[in-house]
């Protein structure tokens, strides 16, 4: 069965400061695809990444950055240089090939980020 | 390009009523799926239609019931409401075909609709 964790509930930095948002998955598949989505208050999930499990390279987006390691079963996200409008719920989530792709995700239990102005 | 929409975005029901949430996807996505997000169990998949059919369902009771139109509009029914299906309910769509790999398409997900049930 597959499985997300994460870890941390609840992160605060000050604003300006890097942060790194930990996710640790769990799969018996060989081709599986990983995300992160932003909830803000507002409750709308909003995407940020989708990565396929042969693509281990890293990513970087404007501030935001992502580190996959298969062999540590890893997708970890960092803010550089945070700031307030990146208070939110993180939620990395999971999703096995044999799921048609994308439509079953397996969600974490969320990293409540907070950035302090 | 719209996103995904869904309605009502607010909903109060007491203990024992039936309950319709109506999703639209974005234009030409044909997959919708429904998740619940309570604080308890985090977010949860509920089931995924495409081109009007079941293809995916998670461990929820029969009292959860879904349907996809041929337009991809989508419901998803709750009978017998009880109270731990006090919820935000999540609509995403994709327009993902199925099990291509290497598809760069992901779900995109509406505002939900927050269920109290009293």
């Known amino acids: 069965a597959q499985k997300v964790t994460q870890a941390q509930t609840e992160i605060s930095v000050v604003e300006k400061e890097d942060v790194t948002l930990d996710c640790v998955y769990e799969?018996?598949?060989?081709?599986?695809?990983l995300f992160w989505y932003k909830q803000p208050p507002s409750g709308e999930l909003v995407f940020l990444i989708r990565r396929n499990s042969f693509d281990e390279q890293n990513e970087i987006s404007g501030r935001y950055s992502w580190n996959f390691q298969k062999s540590t079963s890893s997708f970890n996200f960092t803010i550089t240089a945070s700031q307030v409008v990146d208070s939110a719920v993180y939620f990395c989530?999971?999703?096995?090939?044999?799921?048609?792709?994308?439509?079953?995700?397996?969600f974490g239990t969320g990293t409540r980020l907070t950035i302090i102005p | 390009k719209a996103g995904v929409t869904q309605t009502p975005r607010y909903l109060i029901k007491t203990r024992g009523q039936q309950v319709t949430l109506s999703c639209s996807p974005i234009s030409g996505h044909r997959s919708v799926s429904w998740y619940q997000q309570t604080p308890g169990q985090g977010l949860q998949f509920l089931f995924e239609y495409f081109s009007e059919t079941q293809r995916n369902k998670g461990n929820f009771p029969g009292r959860f019931s879904g349907r996809q139109f041929s337009n991809s509009r989508s419901e998803m029914n709750v009978s017998t409401l009880e109270l731990g299906d006090s919820a935000l309910y999540l609509c995403?769509?994709?327009?993902?075909?199925?099990?291509?790999?290497?598809?760069?398409?992901?779900?995109?997900f509406g505002p939900g609709t927050r269920l109290t049930v009293l």
């Open positions: 995403a769509s994709s327009s993902l075909a199925g099990g291509l790999f290497g598809s760069t398409d992901t779900q995109y």
């Open positions: 799969t018996r598949d060989t081709t599986y695809y």
């Open positions: 989530a999971l999703s096995e090939g044999s799921n048609f792709g994308n439509e079953k995700l397996t």
